[in-house]
């Protein structure tokens, strides 16, 4: 996982396979929400959920989509892919 903490933000990188892992490992209060795009170069599909995500009952996310999650914690947010090793981009505020 690679962190960068703003003023205001924070930004990082997760990758994940077929266990659920959890987008930011500890509490993270936010004003705004978690933005979550995976990676161009992923090749399967990430689900996005609570820590019981499944490939059956996560928000399906191929690369290069985004989505905006209004969450005030971040530790809540897990990802799995169909696929090792894929990535995903975050950004919360």
């Known amino acids: 996982m690679r962190i960068g903490l703003g003023k ?3 930004t990082g990188k997760v990758t994940m396979s077929a266990t659920p892992v959890a987008v930011f490992p500890s ?3 936010l004003r705004g929400g978690l933005l979550i795009k995976p990676d161009s170069g992923n090749t ?3 689900y ?3 820590s019981g995500v499944t490939f059956n ?3 399906p996310m ?3 989509q985004e989505t905006f999650l209004r969450v ?3 530790s809540g947010v897990f990802m799995i892919a169909n696929v090792a ?3 995903a981009a975050w950004f919360a505020v």
């Open 72 to 74: 005030d914690d971040v």
């Open 62 to 64: 191929q690369a290069n």
């Open 85 to 87: 090793s894929q990535k």
């Open 48 to 50: 996005v959920g609570d």
């Open 44 to 46: 399967g599909i990430i």
């Open 8 to 10: 205001y933000f924070m």
């Open 57 to 59: 009952n996560g928000y």
């Open 27 to 29: 509490s993270l209060n």
